[in-house]
C-alpha cells in the first residue's frame, strides 16, 4: 500500500490492537487528523480541553486496563503541555505513547513557528524517545514504541514526527502485532535462599507496591501470603494488588499508614517486597528502616534493587515467574502469634473521626458512604493532597487496576483526565473522581471534557478552601505560619459545574452524606458532588518525613 505517512501512522496504531487515542489538534499534525478522520469509525478520538488533560487521560486509560495508552498534540506548546503527564507516567510505570508533530525537516533548527526539542526536554522522563524524518523509519519505530512502552518495567515511549514525514507517501507493509518474550530463567541457587530466608522468619511482612498491579501477579501476591501466613501491606501504588477484605491485608504502608503497619515494617524480621522501590514516602529514615532485619526483593528492573535499601537476595523478572518460582516447594508456615500482635497494635490507637450531625462531615464519612454505594469493580481516581490520602486509609480496594492515583510525582491536576481515560475506556463501570478543591482548580476546564462525551463520572469535591496537605505540614513543621494556603477563593463549584452543562450538589454537614450521595449515584450522568469538610481536618496517623514509625503522630492540636 503506497499511503501518506499521517495513514502508516493509523495503520500502525491498530496493528497495535489501539481503538481509542486522546489528543488536541494543531498545525504540525493536521495530516494526522486527517488520517483520524478517515480511521474514525476504527479509532476513536477523544478531544480534551488541554493536552495536559489528554496525556492524563491516556494515562488513566492505561492503568485501568492495562493496555498502553495513546496521546496526540502538536508542536511546541502543544508537546510540552505533555511533560506533566510523561513525568506522572514515568514515575508509575505506566505504558503509554505520545505522537507529537514538529516543524519541516528543513525548519528544524531555525527557531521556527511553534519549534521545540520536544526530545530533548523529555529525555528524562520517558523510557524511551524517537525524532522520526525519514518516512521510511516510521512505521519500524511505532512498532519499537510500543514494545517499549509495553515491556520489562512499562514507561511512556515519545514519538516526534516532522510535518512533511506525515505528509509524504511510502510503501507500507502490514505486520502482525508482535508478543512480548518474558525471560523465565531464574537462578535456583537465588530461589534456594530466598526460600530458606522466608521459612526461617518469625514476624514476616510482605510490602506489596504497584509492580504487582501492572505484572498482573495479584492472586500469586495472595497465594504467597497465605502459603507464609504473612501479614501483607501495600504501598499506595499497590493497593488493589490484594484485597481489602482479606484477613492478612493489614493497610497501607508509609508516611500515612496505619500505626499497625508502621510498626509492623519496624518490628519485622523479614520484608519480603514485591513491585516496590521503598521510596522516601515508605522508607522514611532507610537507616532505621532495614534495622535488625533481611529484606528481600522481587523486582522486574535490575535498577531497584540496592537502589534506595540494602537488600539481602533479590530476584529480577517478572512477578508472575518470580513468585510462583519461590512458591514451588516451599512448606506452610504459621505465624499466629505475630498476626495477633499486629491486630493489637491496630486496636491501640483509634483515630477520632467522630461526626456531629449538625457539622461539616468527615471525609471518612463521605468515602465509606461511597465505598457502600459502589462495586468492588467500580473505579476510584483521586488527584493529589489530603483527599488522596484520606481515599488511601479509608476506602477498600478489592481489585487490581480500581485505584488510579499519581504516586511517584504527585500531580495535582492528574485526576479528571485520568477519570475521563478511566471511564471512556471502562463503560461498565462507574469512575468516581476524588479531588480537592486545590487540585480541582487546575483542571477544572476538563469539565467540558466530561460533559462533551456524556462520561458518567462523579465528582466528590473535597472543598475545605485550603491548601490543605501544605497546611497540614505547616501545623506541624511551621509553627502555623501558613503561607499562601488559605487562598480565599470564592468559587461556587456547584455553579461553575452547571456552567458546563453539568449537574450539581452540595453537602454542607454530617445529616446530609447518605441521601445527597446516594441520590448522585442513581444518576446515570456526570455530577459534581461539592462537600464542606472542616479546613482543619488532618491526615492521620502520619510519620514524619525521615523518620521512623516510632516517631508516628497520631493527635494534633
Same mark, same amino acid.
Given at each position: 500500500?503506497?499511503?501518506?505517512?499521517?495513514? =502508516?501512522?493509523?495503520?500502525?496504531?491498530?496493528?497495535?490492537?489501539?481503538?481509542? &487515542? %486522546?489528543?488536541?489538534?494543531?498545525?504540525?499534525?493536521?495530516?494526522?487528523?486527517?488520517?483520524?478522520?478517515?480511521?474514525?469509525?476504527?479509532?476513536?478520538? =477523544?478531544?480534551?480541553?488541554?493536552?495536559?488533560?489528554?496525556?492524563?487521560?491516556?494515562?488513566?486509560?492505561?492503568?485501568?486496563?492495562?493496555?498502553?495508552? #495513546?496521546?496526540?498534540?502538536?508542536?511546541?506548546?502543544?508537546?510540552? *503541555?505533555?511533560?506533566?503527564?510523561?513525568?506522572?507516567?514515568?514515575?508509575?510505570?505506566?505504558?503509554?505513547?505520545?505522537?507529537?508533530?514538529?516543524?519541516?525537516?528543513?525548519?528544524?533548527?531555525?527557531?521556527? %513557528?511553534?519549534? #521545540?526539542?520536544?526530545?530533548?526536554?523529555?529525555?528524562?522522563?520517558?523510557?524511551?524517545? %524517537?525524532?522520526? !524524518?525519514?518516512?521510511?523509519?516510521?512505521?519500524?519505530?511505532?512498532?519499537?514504541?510500543?514494545?517499549?512502552?509495553?515491556?520489562?518495567?512499562?514507561?511512556?515511549?515519545?514519538?516526534? #514526527?516532522?510535518?512533511?514525514? @506525515?505528509?509524504?507517501?511510502?510503501?507500507?507493509?502490514?505486520?502482525? !502485532?508482535?508478543?512480548?518474550? &518474558? *525471560?523465565?530463567?531464574?537462578?535456583?541457587?537465588?530461589?534456594?535462599?530466598?526460600?530458606?530466608?522466608?521459612?526461617?522468619?518469625?514476624?514476616?511482612?510482605?510490602?506489596?507496591?504497584?509492580?504487582?498491579?501492572?505484572?498482573?501477579?495479584?492472586?500469586?501476591?495472595?497465594?504467597?501470603?497465605?502459603?507464609?501466613?504473612?501479614?501483607?501491606?501495600?504501598?499506595?501504588?499497590?493497593?488493589?494488588? =490484594?484485597?481489602?477484605?482479606?484477613?492478612?491485608?493489614?493497610?497501607?504502608?508509609?508516611?500515612?499508614?496505619?500505626?499497625? @503497619?508502621?510498626?509492623?515494617?519496624?518490628?519485622?524480621?523479614?520484608?519480603?517486597?514485591?513491585?516496590?522501590?521503598?521510596?522516601?514516602?515508605?522508607?522514611?529514615?532507610?537507616?532505621?528502616?532495614?534495622?535488625? !532485619?533481611?529484606?528481600?526483593?522481587?523486582?522486574?528492573?535490575?535498577?531497584?534493587?540496592?537502589?534506595?535499601?540494602?537488600?539481602?537476595?533479590?530476584?529480577?523478572?517478572?512477578?508472575?515467574?518470580?513468585?510462583?518460582?519461590?512458591?514451588?516447594?516451599?512448606?506452610?508456615?504459621?505465624?499466629?502469634?505475630?498476626?495477633?500482635?499486629?491486630?493489637?497494635?491496630?486496636?491501640? &490507637?483509634?483515630?477520632?473521626?467522630?461526626?456531629?450531625?449538625?457539622?461539616?462531615?468527615?471525609?471518612?464519612?463521605?468515602?465509606?458512604?461511597?465505598?457502600?454505594?459502589?462495586?468492588?469493580?467500580?473505579?476510584?481516581?483521586?488527584?493529589?493532597?489530603?483527599?488522596?490520602?484520606?481515599?488511601?486509609?479509608?476506602?477498600? %480496594?478489592?481489585?487490581?487496576?480500581?485505584?488510579?492515583?499519581?504516586?511517584?510525582?504527585?500531580?495535582?491536576?492528574?485526576?479528571?483526565?485520568?477519570?475521563?481515560?478511566?471511564?471512556?475506556?471502562?463503560?461498565?463501570?462507574?469512575?468516581?473522581?476524588?479531588?480537592?478543591?486545590?487540585?480541582?482548580?487546575?483542571?477544572?476546564?476538563?469539565?467540558?471534557?466530561?460533559?462533551?462525551?456524556?462520561?458518567?463520572?462523579?465528582?466528590?469535591?473535597? *472543598?475545605?478552601? &485550603?491548601?490543605?496537605?501544605?497546611?497540614?505540614?505547616?501545623?506541624?513543621?511551621?509553627?502555623?505560619?501558613?503561607?499562601?494556603?488559605?487562598?480565599?477563593?470564592?468559587?461556587?463549584?456547584?455553579?461553575?459545574?452547571?456552567?458546563?452543562?453539568?449537574?450539581?450538589?452540595?453537602?454542607?454537614?454530617?445529616?446530609?452524606?447518605?441521601?445527597?450521595?446516594?441520590?448522585?449515584?442513581?444518576?446515570?450522568?456526570?455530577?459534581?458532588?461539592?462537600?464542606?469538610?472542616?479546613?482543619?481536618?488532618?491526615?492521620?496517623?502520619?510519620?514524619?518525613?525521615?523518620?521512623?514509625?516510632?516517631?508516628?503522630?497520631?493527635?494534633?492540636?
Amino acid at each position: 500500500m503506497l499511503i501518506t505517512g499521517a495513514e =502508516i501512522i493509523t495503520e500502525c496504531l491498530l496493528e497495535q490492537g489501539v481503538d481509542t &487515542v %486522546f489528543g488536541y489538534p494543531g498545525g504540525a499534525v493536521l495530516n494526522i487528523y486527517d488520517a483520524l478522520y478517515k480511521y474514525s469509525d476504527k479509532i476513536t478520538h =477523544i478531544l480534551t480541553a488541554h493536552e495536559q488533560g489528554a496525556s492524563h487521560a491516556a494515562d488513566g486509560y492505561a492503568r485501568s486496563t492495562g493496555k498502553v495508552g #495513546v496521546v496526540i498534540a502538536t508542536s511546541g506548546p502543544g508537546a510540552t *503541555n505533555l511533560v506533566t503527564g510523561l513525568a506522572t507516567a514515568y514515575m508509575d510505570s505506566i505504558p503509554m505513547v505520545a505522537i507529537t508533530g514538529n516543524v519541516t525537516n528543513d525548519l528544524l533548527g531555525r527557531d521556527s %513557528f511553534q519549534e #521545540v526539542d520536544i526530545t530533548g526536554i523529555t529525555m528524562p522522563i520517558t523510557k524511551h524517545n %524517537f525524532i522520526v !524524518k525519514n518516512i521510511a523509519d516510521l512505521a519500524n519505530i511505532i512498532r519499537r514504541a510500543f514494545k517499549i512502552a509495553k515491556s520489562g518495567r512499562p514507561g511512556p515511549v515519545l514519538i516526534d #514526527v516532522t510535518k512533511d514525514v @506525515t505528509g509524504a507517501k511510502y510503501e507500507y507493509t502490514p505486520m502482525l !502485532k508482535q508478543e512480548i518474550p &518474558v *525471560n523465565t530463567e531464574i537462578c535456583s541457587d537465588t530461589i534456594k535462599n530466598i526460600q530458606e530466608i522466608l521459612t526461617s522468619a518469625k514476624r514476616p511482612l510482605i510490602y506489596a507496591g504497584g509492580g504487582v498491579i501492572l505484572s498482573g501477579a495479584d492472586k500469586e501476591l495472595v497465594a504467597l501470603a497465605e502459603k507464609l501466613d504473612c501479614p501483607v501491606c501495600c504501598s499506595l501504588m499497590g493497593l488493589g494488588g =490484594i484485597p481489602a477484605s482479606h484477613p492478612l491485608f493489614i493497610g497501607n504502608i508509609g508516611m500515612h499508614g496505619g500505626y499497625e @503497619t508502621g510498626m509492623a515494617t519496624a518490628e519485622s524480621d523479614v520484608i519480603i517486597t514485591i513491585g516496590a522501590r521503598f521510596s522516601d514516602r515508605v522508607a522514611g529514615d532507610r537507616n532505621k528502616f532495614r534495622d535488625g !532485619k533481611k529484606i528481600v526483593q522481587f523486582d522486574i528492573d535490575l535498577a531497584e534493587i540496592n537502589k534506595n535499601v540494602l537488600i539481602d537476595e533479590s530476584i529480577v523478572a517478572d512477578l508472575k515467574i518470580s513468585i510462583p518460582a519461590v512458591l514451588n516447594g516451599l512448606k506452610q508456615q504459621n505465624h499466629k502469634e505475630w498476626l495477633e500482635q499486629i491486630k493489637q497494635w491496630k486496636n491501640s &490507637v483509634v483515630i477520632n473521626r467522630e461526626d456531629n450531625p449538625e457539622a461539616p462531615p468527615t471525609p471518612a464519612h463521605i468515602i465509606e458512604t461511597i465505598n457502600s454505594l459502589t462495586s468492588k469493580n467500580d473505579i476510584i481516581v483521586t488527584d493529589v493532597g489530603q483527599h488522596q490520602m484520606w481515599v488511601a486509609q479509608t476506602y477498600k %480496594f478489592e481489585n487490581p487496576r480500581t485505584f488510579l492515583t499519581s504516586g511517584g510525582l504527585g500531580t495535582m491536576g492528574y485526576g479528571m483526565g485520568a477519570a475521563i481515560g478511566a471511564q471512556t475506556a471502562n463503560k461498565d463501570k462507574r469512575v468516581v473522581l476524588f479531588t480537592g478543591d486545590g487540585s480541582f482548580h487546575m483542571n477544572l476546564n476538563e469539565l467540558v471534557t466530561v460533559k462533551s462525551y456524556n462520561l458518567p463520572v462523579v465528582i466528590v469535591v473535597m *472543598n475545605n478552601t &485550603v491548601l490543605g496537605m501544605v497546611r497540614q505540614w505547616q501545623k506541624l513543621f511551621y509553627e502555623r505560619r501558613f503561607s499562601q494556603t488559605d487562598p480565599h477563593r470564592a468559587t461556587d463549584f456547584v455553579a461553575l459545574a452547571k456552567a458546563f452543562g453539568i449537574d450539581a450538589v452540595s453537602i454542607d454537614k454530617t445529616s446530609d452524606v447518605e441521601s445527597v450521595l446516594k441520590n448522585a449515584f442513581e444518576m446515570n450522568k456526570p455530577i459534581l458532588v461539592d462537600c464542606h469538610i472542616s479546613p482543619d481536618a488532618n491526615v492521620l496517623p502520619m510519620i514524619p518525613p525521615g523518620k521512623s514509625a516510632h516517631d508516628i503522630i497520631t493527635e494534633m492540636d
